[in-house]
């Protein structure tokens, strides 16, 4: 059909027009949507339409080409009455402004009538197949998309020289467009369908394993990579229940608690996490860390939930191993010191220690009574090694070093959106000292509101994160310990009398070094030793006039002032023989400081205190969600500014990483 022209007069490019005289009743059209609708192969709903107009039209022959790839070719999707022959010598024509009508229809983008082919210019070649097969006019309109694009043609052939009429012209545009409908439709479920196939492929490349759970969690679909891990086809992993599938593929010891937490977790409606051990097809147990996402509808509600298990096994091998290294590395302090860092041997220390002998291995709440730097925690430390509960955690708060506003999360734990701040879900000291033993120091700075909440969990052994009314039982030994008189804040009304019976089961009372004064050559030579090493230095001697001088003084700061002035001594003396400035130990005349001087020197250390146990929780991290920010409910800029000020080194928190 090529090097036709368009210049012959019955070669004609209209515009369509709706016209009322014919149309196409309206079941016919209703059979034609509905063939769509219901996913009937495109080519039968193609078919269909032109078997439709050829009914509507009396002599009337339909055809219906779709547009190659390259958009440059037509090629037969249906023509039922055109004759073999004909479609054969026409499919894969190429579209141009001069080639036949279909041709040009393509490539104008509007319909083309050629009202006599057989003396047409444009169809020249094919005067021998028009003979044969009777053809004379030939109408074409493009079938065009919704966004502009041409899809085909549509074709009506008669075998008499015809021009077309405004009904006819209508029943062309009707039946372009209700085969354009059908293309668009076929093409937006292939795409659908390939779409998926790539979606699908790309999730069982994923090194992960990927689940879709309904809302209630029951499995929909699993990618191929979980499939191969456990040996089970798809079909199979549906077909048992939940419950089945979860005895079937998780480790006993982790099936009741994945049990609970999932169940929670779905009935929540917020990702959550779970760590558990799953069983492969070769029957080993690995571990995984399943992330749980919702998907949620329009109304807000929970559609689907979206899963992803990341194999964690290497992790949980390390953290068992660095645990085992940990536990056989207490073990051998424990055999190179009885009591480490207790210096001394005084009759004063020597009946705390026979104390402590006595006490370690019951689990009767402790009060330490004494001055402050005596040594009250290493006390704790110590009843808690020779404790049965030695093996587990030790956790230290200083209550006295917390805001009043903090407390109550620090030591409790939090909700997520329990304050403004709060991100995420966080355990209380007392959760993480579960099993083990909890050393709360200066205990008489406690709040009253959190006195009442620490008198219940001594008396209900159970605690409540802030946020929740959620009870949540702990198996926790309490140690306490202050250096201020608590009968007297009893007396004033600062400090519940029943909290401290509950503290006072057994008190002790660590002496002063004052009353210990024997003791100070030991710690002398201990410190020395111990800041010598530290530093690279080595003492041969100790000066006399220093060592007098020591056991003169008073040590209003006690082992922890005596501590801190031979630390300064090392770093500051030269030679071998070790020694103090004298005017390091004079007493001078007491200022009194304005009660709003001293109450604010008092907060500011309090505030240090509490950034640096935060820095070093989060090991210098700063910003994210474990970063000493989020725990202390701070902004990161407000926190960085604050370390600033009150001169923080926040690097030496940071621990070094393996090159």
Known sequence: ???????????????????????????????????????????????????????????AVCSIFLLDEDGQHLRYAAAPKLSDEYRVATDGVCIGPHVGSCGAAAYLRQPVFVSDVLSHPHFANFKDLIVRTGMRASWSAPIMSHDGRVLGTFGMFYREVREPGPAEIQLIDYASRIAGIAIEQKRAEEKLRQDERELRQ?????????????????????????????????????????NERHERDLHPDDLERARSERRYGLASGVPFEIEKRMRGKDGRYRWFLFRYNPL?????????????????????????????????????????????????????????LR?????????????????????????????????????????????????????????????????TGATQRRLGRFESANGGTIFLDEIGDLPPEIQIALLRVLQEREIERVGSNKPI?????????????LNALVA?????????????????EMPSLRDRASDIPLLVEYFIDRFGKKAGKKFRTIDRKTLKLFQAYGWPGNVREL??????????????????????????????????VALNGALLRQEKEMIEAALAESHGRISGPTGAAANLGLPTRTLDSKIKRLGINKYRFKVPQAG
């Open 355 to 419: 104390q402590v002998g006595k006490v370690a291995r019951s689990d009767s709440t402790i009060l330490i009574l004494g001055e402050t730097g005596t040594g009250k925690e290493l006390i704790a430390r110590a009843i808690h090694k020779r404790s049965n509960r030695g093996e587990r955690a030790f956790i230290a708060v200083n209550c006295a070093a917390i805001p009043a506003s903090l407390i109550a999360s620090e030591l409790f734990g939090h909700e997520k959106g329990a304050f």
């Open 202 to 242: 790309l999730i069982d490349f994923l090194p992960q394993h990927v689940l879709v759970l309904d809302r209630e969690g029951a499995l929909l679909q699993a990618n191929q990579v979980l499939l191969d891990y456990n040996g089970h086809t798809l079909e199979e992993m549906q077909g048992a229940g939940t």
């Open 296 to 352: 949620l509808n329009e109304q807000g509600r929970v559609a689907r939930w979206f899963a992803t298990a990341t194999d964690i096994e290497d992790r949980k091998q390390t953290e068992q191993r660095v645990r085992n290294e940990n536990l056989a590395l207490r073990e051998q302090i424990d055999r190179d010191s009885m009591f480490e860092d207790i210096v001394g041997s005084s009759e004063a220390l020597r009946r705390v």
């Open 473 to 485: 039982p702990v198996d926790v030994r309490v140690l306490a310990a202050t250096h201020r008189d």
């Open 563 to 596: 501590q801190n002035v031979i630390e300064r001594a090392v770093i500051l003396s030269d030679g071998d023989t070790f020694s103090v400035d004298d005017t390091w130990l004079k007493r001078e005349p007491p200022q009194v400081a304005s009660p709003g």
């Open 492 to 508: 004033e009304g600062k400090f519940r009398q029943d909290l401290l019976y509950r503290l006072n089961v057994v008190p002790i």
């Open 1 to 59: 059909m090529a090097n036709a022209k368009a210049s012959s007069p019955n070669l004609q490019a209209l515009p369509t027009s709706p016209c009322p005289e014919q149309s196409l009743s309206s079941k016919a059209v209703f059979d034609a949507l509905k063939m769509i609708l219901i996913g009937a192969p495109l080519n039968d709903v193609l078919r269909s339409v032109a078997l439709l107009i050829e009914a509507h039209t009396e002599g």
